[in-house]
């Protein structure tokens, strides 16, 4: 009954046209913020499935890494362990080591990778490959795919045959000559990789054996092991942990990027956060909405006091008028917020505006069913607590239809 009631308390012509206006702004700005929350989620998530992305095509599903130190020493059954245990489809071999990278008086310091001819499926650098070709060469003839900020750095064209650059590594018994305590290899420039900034100015990829002679390591040596998975990561982590033992570590693509998903995160909530504010000013026009039509409304609660009516009636009565102007205002915000986000995906007419030097050249957005739990929940929350003062207020009066 309360519902039928509320209802036609809303849409009713009231005496006092400043109740109408109060009403109206409340739900314009329940619109307003509901709106901003759907279209700022959205693109928070747009960015997320970016980001996450390009950290997809780079890191592995999940890596296995020495507990203490920088090298495993596989045994024979460590690697059969791993390939036995459901939903582990590939595992690679890779060695890191920090170097130098020098092309005359151009240098840089790098982190170079070495892989096996496995790594290419539990990775994507391939598909980012811009200039030049993803070969690695053999440990005669080596090869490396670079990034795009060490391209620039030390200025070498790929397209131009990649002439010999020097490799230096801090290996004192790789029997190469010595430069200031370091060790050189030439080394020939296959192919440049774009993903985005902190992978392209740090990293290049060699073949595994090549890399392993230079830092004279032994055939079983490596720095770890990298791993495509199908199933749930933390099910398949916990299988390998038990099957290999404390020696090493196991993680997540999560777990290896966790502090950038922790902020990414946060930020969403900080932002979730402030916007509700703007819902939180929206509920005080309501309080003074609903205030003004328990006064307006007077005689009503005293005939329904009079028909038996009970106090809690008439205050689930201006309490779902609440929830009413607040579902009115989430209906609008959630149908403009959404058309905004369908024609930002379809026209793309806000832009970046970083004239070609991100990765796209607009905001990206994705919609998601959560984000619309979270919102309409958020607003019906704050009017039920914003309806409940003017609701108790009018159950509590004592009023006679004497005039």
Partial sequence: MQYLFAWRYFKSKKSTSAI???????????AVGAAALIVILSVFNGFEDLVKGLYTDFYADMRVLPAEGKQITLDSNTVYKITSIEGVTAVSKVIEEKALLANGDYQSIVVVKGVDSVFASTNNIGKHIVRGVYEMGDVQNPGIVMGAGIENAVGVDVTKGG????????????????????????????????????????????????????????????????????????????????????????ETRYEQNKNLYAVMQMEKWIIYGILSLILIVAAFNMIGALTMLVLEKQKDIAVLRAMGSSTALIQKIFITEGLVLAGVGTFIGTA???????????????????????????????????????????IEAIALLAAWIPAKKASQQLLSLKS
Wanted: proline share 4%; with cysteine; net charge positive.
């Fill in 20 to 30: 109408n206006i109060i009403a109206w702004v409340s739900v314009t700005a329940i």
């Fill in 163 to 250: 002439f010999p650059l020097t490799l230096y590594t801090p290996n004192k018994g790789a029997g190469f000559d010595a430069v200031d305590g370091m060790f050189a290899f030439n080394i020939t420039a296959k192919g440049v990789f774009a993903v985005q900034q902190e992978f392209d100015n740090k990293f290049i990829f060699t073949n595994i054996d090549f890399l392993r002679y230079m830092l004279s390591m032994t055939p079983n040596q490596v720095s770890g092991l990298e791993l495509k998975i199908n199933g749930r990561p933390e099910k398949i982590k916990a299988a390998i942990q038990h099957a290999i033992g404390k020696n090493f570590t196991v």
């Fill in 336 to 378: 403009l917020g959404t058309i905004i986000c369908l024609l930002q995906l379809k026209f793309k007419i806000i832009t970046l505006g970083g004239g070609g030097s991100f990765i796209i050249d607009y905001y990206p957005v994705k919609l998601m069913a959560t984000d619309y739990i979270l919102v309409v929940t958020t």
